[in-house]
């Protein structure tokens, strides 16, 4: 701690249990393991040496953005001496090129911040998601982050550009390139995007902008059953094409938790679930409302339906984004629950929502339901809450049947246990039990390629035993 003291600006170095406990506890408070310290590196230089010292003095590093993921990636697991490197104090812009559409920025930016910058400049950065506010890019390119515009941007993999990263022996691979086409060799950049801090600190992204959206129309659509909200999403599709950029599902039990436990947010009809959609288009002559209406309209006529608002401000949009964007703080507030982040073949969203409903009746009875997510991804949050008054932290053994049996369903289907949170502490079982033998022999010789002493994010993604450090170290 002397030496990482010395080698950076005064302030930068943490010890104090008061000022060190936000960045060691995870935002779901599952999880909170010591730190010896946090460091708060001001630029790719300090972020360079705090790495060469820990690594010289075999301490883990863990990387920070907002500390706003899922699966207590970004906080020190048990077993070795870590210390948590957050980006918070690297925010600044290096470039916007609005010819070239891109923009440069430190990783410590909170998503938001970069939504507003190329707004600014009369352009579109189309990542978005309910914890946008506090988000970094570092961990949203750490993490691949998907959200609500998926279906029409891609996640944060098609979003970037160029990296620069700090490696685990603290040089610096220079890959920070605005290029739209570069095959020269080996991609580099896809290495460190969703790898969750385990082969490189991001310390700056080069990210792609897009046409600034001039128009758009959302609306919020109450549906009798999922088969409906496939079929809702369907036809908006069919009509809308790539004008359709969102599509989400949120369950009666999701719209009911946000209206019980947020202020002011109540949906403008009781619907068994339903579906939000929005049509946005950078041209100002794309009828979008004609579109949107024509589908809700047939929609209801047809009993895909059973009520539906379109947005007539944006005041009005707002408010209809705030009750799915909610849903996460709204279930923490109400006790928490066994989170899970499944992906299916979209057309097996309405089969697979039956099955996990008849799994928890039948084995997790008095269990709850929480389930909404990316329709148009095929990703859904399927959430089981414990009973009422009974915390998510006791419910022991039974935490990890709840995933087993909501994850086996996922995968039977040829699915995903993970669509878009990653690894990080809470899914390394999952994935342990999923993968092949040969994804986890790439994965863990990669780590040791890149990693040999396991310096970066140790405990996380890989099972124990897998990239370790071969000297028996962590
Ligand atoms: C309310 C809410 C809604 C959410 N909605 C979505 C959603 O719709 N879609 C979605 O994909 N996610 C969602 N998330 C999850 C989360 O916001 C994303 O995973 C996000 O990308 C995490 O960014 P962060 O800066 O908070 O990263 P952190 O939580 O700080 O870190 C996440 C991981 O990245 C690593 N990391 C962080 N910074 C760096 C860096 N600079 N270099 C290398 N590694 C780094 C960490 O070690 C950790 O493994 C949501 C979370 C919340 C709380």
Same mark, same amino acid.
């Given at each position: 701690?002397a030496?990482? #003291? =010395?080698?950076?600006p005064? @302030?930068?170095?943490?010890?104090?249990?008061?000022?060190? =406990?936000?960045?060691?506890?995870?935002?779901?408070?599952?999880?909170?393991?010591?730190?010896?310290?946090?460091?708060?590196?001001?630029?790719?230089?300090?972020?360079?040496?705090? +790495?060469r010292?820990?690594?010289?003095? /075999?301490?883990?590093?863990?990387?920070?953005?907002? !500390?706003?993921?899922?699966?207590?990636?970004?906080?020190?697991?048990?077993?070795a001496?870590?210390? +948590?490197?957050?980006?918070?104090?690297?925010?600044?812009?290096?470039?916007? %090129?609005?010819?070239?559409?891109?923009?440069?920025?430190?990783?410590?930016?909170?998503?938001?911040s970069?939504?507003?910058?190329?707004a600014?400049?009369?352009?579109?950065?189309?990542?978005?998601?309910? #914890?946008?506010?506090t988000?970094?890019?570092?961990?949203?390119?750490a $993490? !691949?982050?998907?959200?609500?515009?998926?279906?029409?941007?891609?996640?944060?993999?098609?979003? +970037?550009?160029?990296?620069?990263?700090v490696?685990?022996?603290?040089?610096?691979?220079?890959?920070?390139?605005?290029?739209?086409?570069? !095959? $020269?060799?080996?991609?580099?950049?896809q290495?460190?995007?969703?790898?969750?801090?385990?082969?490189?600190?991001?310390?700056a992204?080069?990210?792609?902008?897009?046409?600034a959206?001039?128009?758009?129309?959302?609306?919020?659509a109450?549906?009798?059953?999922?088969?409906?909200?496939?079929?809702?999403?369907?036809?908006?599709r %069919?009509?809308?094409?790539?004008?359709?950029?969102?599509?989400?599902?949120?369950?009666?039990?999701?719209?009911?938790?946000? #209206?019980?436990?947020?202020?002011?947010a109540?949906?403008?009809?009781?619907a068994?679930?339903?579906?939000?959609?929005?049509?946005?288009?950078?041209?100002?002559?794309?009828?979008?409302?004609?579109?949107?209406?024509? +589908?809700?309209?047939?929609?209801?006529?047809?009993?895909?339906?059973?009520? /539906? *608002?379109?947005a007539?401000?944006?005041?009005?949009?707002?408010?209809?984004?705030?009750?799915?964007?909610?849903?996460?703080d709204?279930?923490?507030?109400?006790?928490?629950?066994?989170?899970?982040?499944i992906?299916?073949?979209?057309?097996?969203i309405?089969?697979?929502v039956?099955?996990?409903?008849?799994?928890?009746?039948?084995?997790?009875?008095g269990?709850?339901?929480?389930?909404?997510?990316?329709?148009?991804?095929?990703?859904?949050h399927v959430?089981?809450?414990?009973?009422?008054?009974?915390?998510?932290?006791a419910?022991g053994?039974?935490?990890?049947?709840?995933?087993?049996? *909501?994850?086996?369903?996922?995968?039977?289907?040829g699915?995903?246990?993970? #669509?878009?949170? @990653?690894?990080?502490q809470?899914?390394i079982?999952?994935?342990?039990?999923?993968?092949?033998?040969?994804?986890?022999?790439?994965?863990?010789?990669?780590?040791? /390629?890149?990693?040999?002493?396991?310096?970066?994010?140790?405990?996380?993604?890989?099972?124990?035993?897998q990239?370790? %450090?071969?000297?028996?170290?962590?």
């Open positions: 701690m030496r990482l #003291a =010395a080698a950076l005064p @302030g930068a170095v943490l010890t104090s249990p008061a000022d060190r =406990a936000a960045f060691e506890t995870d935002w779901r408070r599952l999880h909170a393991h010591p730190a010896l310290c946090v460091v708060q590196p001001g630029s790719t230089a300090d972020v360079a040496a705090a +790495v010292i820990c690594a010289e003095a /075999a301490v883990g590093v863990v990387p920070q953005g907002g !500390n706003t993921g899922l699966v207590a990636g970004a906080v020190p697991a048990e077993g001496p870590q210390v +948590v490197l957050t980006l918070r104090r690297m925010a600044a812009v290096r470039a916007l %090129d609005t010819v070239g559409d891109s923009v440069t920025v430190e990783a410590g930016a909170t998503l938001q970069v939504q507003e910058l190329a600014g400049a009369g352009r579109l950065f189309p990542l978005s998601l309910a #914890a946008e506010g988000a970094q890019i570092g961990g949203l390119v $993490t !691949n982050a998907g959200g609500l515009q998926v279906l029409a941007y891609g996640s944060m993999r098609a979003l +970037v550009l160029g990296l620069e990263v490696l685990p022996d603290g040089s610096i691979w220079e890959g920070l390139r605005p290029l739209r086409k570069d !095959n $020269t060799g080996f991609d580099l950049k290495l460190f995007i969703g790898a969750e801090g385990l082969l490189g600190i991001v310390t992204a080069c990210l792609r902008l897009f046409p959206v001039t128009q758009r129309v959302t609306a919020l109450g549906v009798p059953t999922v088969e409906s909200a496939l079929r809702l999403f369907q036809a908006a %069919d009509r809308a094409g790539t004008a359709l950029t969102m599509c989400e599902f949120v369950s009666g039990e999701a719209m009911r938790l946000v #209206a019980r436990r947020v202020p002011g109540r949906p403008p009809f009781d068994p679930a339903y579906v939000l959609l929005e049509l946005s288009s950078p041209a100002a002559d794309h009828p979008l409302r004609h579109a949107a209406e024509t +589908v809700l309209e047939e929609a209801l006529a047809g009993g895909l339906a059973l009520d /539906a *608002v379109v007539q401000s944006e005041r009005e949009r707002l408010q209809l984004l705030r009750l799915r964007e909610e849903i996460s709204a279930e923490l507030a109400d006790g928490g629950a066994v989170k899970h982040d992906a299916v073949p979209i057309a097996l309405p089969e697979t039956a099955a996990v409903e008849a799994l928890v009746r039948r084995r997790f009875p269990y709850r339901l929480n389930v909404f997510g990316h329709l148009g991804d095929g990703n859904l959430n089981v809450r414990p009973p009422e008054g009974c915390s998510v932290a419910i053994p039974l935490y990890q049947d709840i995933t087993c049996a *909501v994850e086996d369903l996922a995968m039977a289907r699915g995903s246990f993970s #669509a878009e949170h @990653g690894i990080g809470m899914r079982a999952s994935l342990g039990r999923y993968k092949s033998a040969v994804d986890l022999a790439l994965m863990s010789a990669l780590k040791r /390629a890149l990693d040999p002493h396991n310096i970066l994010n140790p405990g996380k993604l890989l099972p124990a035993g990239g370790r %450090d071969a000297r028996g170290g962590r």
